[in-house]
């Protein structure tokens, strides 16, 4: 055989590039992290990032020293194992530049002494899984100059972040956010996320909060709130930051913005300051507490209380403060808060916020109702509303907490609220039978001034015995509620002939209202914990309270025009109520590796004496409320857990349900009393499940739950043939009504360009039963949704977040069988942001809602609406910026909702905020270590 020069060049040439491609190789040394002793026998495994396929692996020698040859050029992942130590996996890369990886020293760390810490590092990720708590480096993710912790949240594995800030987190939406530990403002987690730079932390840790009890004596009450931690760099936390802000609109829109925070230490201090009528009624997306304050008494665990709530309810309504998108907002508010720690330890501890918030809403609503009556008759209701509230709030609250010893901790909590509100509603509504027979018309205005004070404060001592795991703690609580409100009432009522049309007869109201309502309580608790195994432990606590609470409730006829002088017995009462409870319980606990029980029992004694201050005659009852629970939690790894839990609880009737503070600012809907109530008992199913991988940032949450409730309180409706109306609660016999829903949410990184996608799927139903004219009547409905989520983010170049599904809602009532409220509807949400050359950026969200034809409503409701907005950022740090945004670009905003509950169905409509544009000026400015903060 001949071989010429060619071939043999061309073999020449295969062999070398086979050698060639596989001329790449890692080495390294693995040693413990503490001791720095060698790992003979480690196992060293280089993994395909792509799909996590083995390439190749080996052991290291005596010496603690591996290598690994003939790769091929590619992205691997290496993954270190030895026994009793927790894994080591980082991501690298060999190409032709770089054909060999030089580890250097690999630390393993040894799981007893690092609470099972996980060590996650890479190009795309780092983090650190220690027990419960996964922690993220922000060293290993791109931050832009003057990018927020917002930004850097949108990176980290298995967390979102909307349009509004709302952060989730494996599945779970996350209320709370602290800094360095502590709260930050408290209600408003983007204070911290959307103003606070990501240059300056060090560290993020999420973790679910358990409660300070369950903190204190590690015996778990199944509380737990999702948090993030933002951890500071050493160097940050002096100086200064913040920003300020200005917007300018079509048709008179405007919003304004300042927010300055100065670290200093231990210390810090904020202020912010915000005035808008564009629907930011706060920073956040939520901003329920803004405003409103506690109307009602804070409850014990014991349960059973009764009380008049504060706030003027009844007649006299306190608006609550808060914006639901009903109407034009108007609102001015803002805050201050300082945190600081000093003593030997840290041992003493101060957290303290002041805020105040005016806002006033004006906007009209309409609502067209459906009420089943039997024998296939039905009574529609048409109301139009135009109303204008408004409200001034003050808030100051404080936390200090001090540790009088290594094993004693006192912790004091104060808030106090001082709030104003006025409402001016005028009502115009008819009602008429499902033949359009015309019975009723309603002219009716209503206006209230109320002022509300609240105060609560609390105590709790822990303290740690000299057993491991015997504790005691002692919790005392007070809480004033006072409320005092004035107003008119003007209303009239022209009932109709069915045959004739004409007006049969006419009721008019015209009153002056004055309600004072006072609440008081102590509350005490004390608890003792004594470990009987290494596994298992023992709770015992008893409760003790004191309420009283007085309701004086006078309407006043005028005796001339403007005199309101002639007190309406029928609609006035003074009522005392004094209440005394006796509660106590045991909870037992088992702990093991992975598994964690709780079985608990309480019981609660209430006496309560009722007294109408007006006649004298009296109101007594005493009985006993049983609350049992139980929850078993398996962990199978630190990232996936299943857990379930019941919980029982004995509901007694309430003041109102048993003898009813009579009003009549709705003449056509009239409360009555039934003192023949008994109590309620109602029972709960739980059951979670959840799995997160951190490689392929797979995350999988199932939750569900059923409820049934024996000798319910339901309510009798009777309706005349005026059209007139009168509710009487009753215990339910024979029938147990039962509610039920199910979650399943399951989301990953797929191969696509790094592309997220998040499939939920859920259903809930529920059967209620009422009496209507004395008929039963049963109310089943059941809703099916469904959403595919797909979201992207690169840093600086865009951001990606779509989501869309449909949906189906079921709904009958037993006496109408032929009329339902069955209808299909479907959602789809999404937002995007381009960052285009010359520091400009593109961005749009939007969101398109279809609520289909029922036989209740038969006409559609469509409804598109498209934000979208240009901005440009200027300076070196790119803190200046301005932009042009619109708001519901189509005009489509229209106020909609649709309801239905015990063969009442409802729609609304109501003004809302529509298209505007608006131009923004924000300067971001920051000076801190002792100079100007420097952007990576």
């Not at 100051?396 to 540790?403: I, P």
């Amino acid at each position: 055989m001949k071989i010429t020069v060619t071939t043999l060049l061309l073999c020449l040439c295969c062999i070398f590039s086979a050698s060639a491609q596989t001329n790449y190789s890692v080495k390294g040394t693995v040693s413990d992290s503490s001791s720095n002793v060698k790992l003979l026998n480690a196992t060293v495994a280089v993994l395909n990032a792509k799909d996590s396929t083995l390439r190749s692996f080996t052991r290291a020698t005596a010496n603690g020293t591996f290598n690994i040859n003939k790769l091929a050029k590619g992205k691997f992942i290496l993954l270190v194992t030895y026994p009793e130590y927790a894994d080591y996996v980082e991501h690298f890369a060999l190409d032709s530049v770089k054909t060999t990886h030089d580890f250097n020293k690999v630390y393993l760390n040894l799981k007893s002494r690092i609470l099972k810490e996980v060590m996650i590092k890479g190009t795309a990720a780092a983090m650190k899984i220690k027990g419960d708590t996964t922690e993220f480096d922000p060293r290993a993710f791109v931050i832009q100059p003057n990018s927020k912790v917002e930004d850097l949240l949108k990176q980290l594995p298995g967390i979102q972040v909307d349009k509004d800030g709302k952060i989730t987190a494996q599945g779970k939406t996350v209320p709370k956010v602290l800094v360095d530990g502590e709260e930050f403002f408290g209600d408003d987690p983007t204070l911290v996320t959307k103003n606070i730079r990501g240059d300056m932390v060090d560290k993020i840790q999420l973790y679910d909060k358990k409660s300070d009890q369950a903190a204190f004596t590690g015996i778990d009450n199944g509380k737990e709130v999702k948090t993030i931690n933002i951890k500071l760099k050493e160097d940050k936390k002096n100086g200064y930051f913040g920003k300020l802000e200005g917007a300018m609109g079509t048709d008179k829109f405007y919003s304004g913005q300042a927010l300055f925070n100065k670290f200093w230490g231990k210390k810090k201090f904020s202020f912010y300051g915000i005035g808008s009528n564009t629907g930011k009624t706060g920073l956040g997306w939520d901003d329920n507490s803004k405003y409103g304050g506690n109307s009602g008494m804070e409850m014990m665990e014991d349960g059973g209380i009764m009380f008049f709530g504060g706030g003027g309810d009844g007649d006299l309504d306190s608006f609550d403060g808060r914006y639901n998108g009903q109407g034009i907002p108007t609102a001015r508010t803002g805050g201050m808060h300082f945190d600081t720690k000093w003593g030997e330890g840290d041992k003493k501890t101060l957290n303290t916020n002041y805020k105040l918030g005016y806002m006033d809403i004006k906007g009209t609503s309409n609502n067209q109702n459906q009420n089943t009556l039997p024998g296939g008759n039905v009574l529609k209701g048409a109301s139009d509303q135009n109303f204008i509230k408004s409200v001034f709030r003050q808030k100051l609250d404080f936390m200090y907490q001090v540790k009088i010893d290594t094993n004693t901790t006192l912790k004091f909590m104060m808030d106090g609220t001082a709030k104003n509100s006025e409402n001016n509603d005028r009502y115009n509504s008819m009602s008429a039978t499902g033949t359009d027979t015309l019975l009723n018309t309603n002219a009716r205005t209503l206006t209230n001034d109320v002022d509300d004070q609240i105060f609560n404060a609390s105590a709790l001592l822990t303290k740690k015995l000299k057993k491991k795991g015997r504790t005691i703690s002692w919790n005392v609580n007070g809480n004033l509620n006072n409320s005092d409100a004035k107003g008119f009432l003007n209303s009239q009522v022209n009932y109709y002939n069915r045959i004739t049309g004409a007006v049969d007869s006419v009721n008019n109201i015209d009153q002056y209202k004055k309600n004072v309502t006072r609440a008081n309580s102590i509350n005490s608790n004390a608890t003792y914990t004594e470990p009987i195994s290494k596994t298992v432990s023992l709770s015992l606590n008893y409760g003790f309270s004191l309420n009283h609470n007085n309701s004086n409730r006078q309407s006043f006829n005028a005796s001339a025009p403007t005199n309101y002088n002639l007190l309406d017995s029928v609609f006035s009462n003074n009522y005392t109520l004094n209440q005394t409870t006796n509660s106590g319980g045991a909870t037992i606990n088992y702990r093991a590796k992975n598994s964690t029980l709780n079985v608990s029992a309480r019981a609660a004694n209430v006496n309560f004496n009722q007294k109408n201050e007006y006649n004298g005659m009296t109101v007594k009852r005493s009985f006993i409320n049983w609350n049992p629970s139980a929850s078993y939690q398996y962990r199978f790894t630190q990232q996936r857990s299943f857990r379930l839990s019941y919980w029982g609880n004995t509901s007694q009737p309430s003041i109102d349900q048993i003898q009813p503070i009579r009003v009549n600012s709705d003449p056509l809907n009239i409360s009555l009393g039934n003192p023949n109530l008994g109590p309620s008992f109602r029972s709960n199913f739980n059951m979670f499940y959840n799995s997160y991988k951190i490689l392929s940032d797979q995350s999988i949450w199932i939750n569900g739950g059923v409820g049934f409730v024996n000798n319910d309180i339901v309510s009798s409706t009777t309706t005349d043939s005026t059209g007139r109306s009168t509710y009487l609660a009753t215990n339910l016999s024979g029938h147990t009504p039962i509610n039920y829903n199910f979650n399943a949410d399951m989301g990953r990184k797929i191969k696509f360009g790094g592309l997220g996608i998040r499939l939920s799927l859920s259903t809930s139903g529920s059967k209620n039963y009422n009496y209507i004219n004395g008929l039963l009547n049963t109310t089943t409905t059941s809703s099916y949704n469904a959403s595919l989520n797909l979201y992207k983010y690169k840093q600086k170049k865009y951001d990606v977040n779509l989501s869309a599904g449909p949906g189906y809602s079921f709904g009958k009532a037993s006496l109408q069988p032929n009329i339902n409220n069955n209808g299909n509807t479907f959602n789809a949400d999404g937002n995007v942001n381009v960052y285009l050359p010359l520091k400009f950026q593109l961005g749009a969200d939007g969101r398109y809602e279809h609520r289909g034809k029922t036989q209740a409503f038969n006409e559609s409701f469509n409804r598109t609406i498209v934000n979208a907005g240009v901005t440009k950022t200027f300076l070196k740090g790119d803190n200046l910026k301005m932009a042009l945004t619109v708001n519901d670009l189509l005009n489509q905003n229209r106020g909609f909702d649709r309801s239905a509950f015990n063969g009442n169905i409802t729609q609304n409509t109501y003004t809302t905020i529509r298209r505007y544009f608006l131009f923004t000026v924000t300067w971001d400015f920051s000076r801190m270590g002792g100079g100007v903060a420097a952007t990576k």
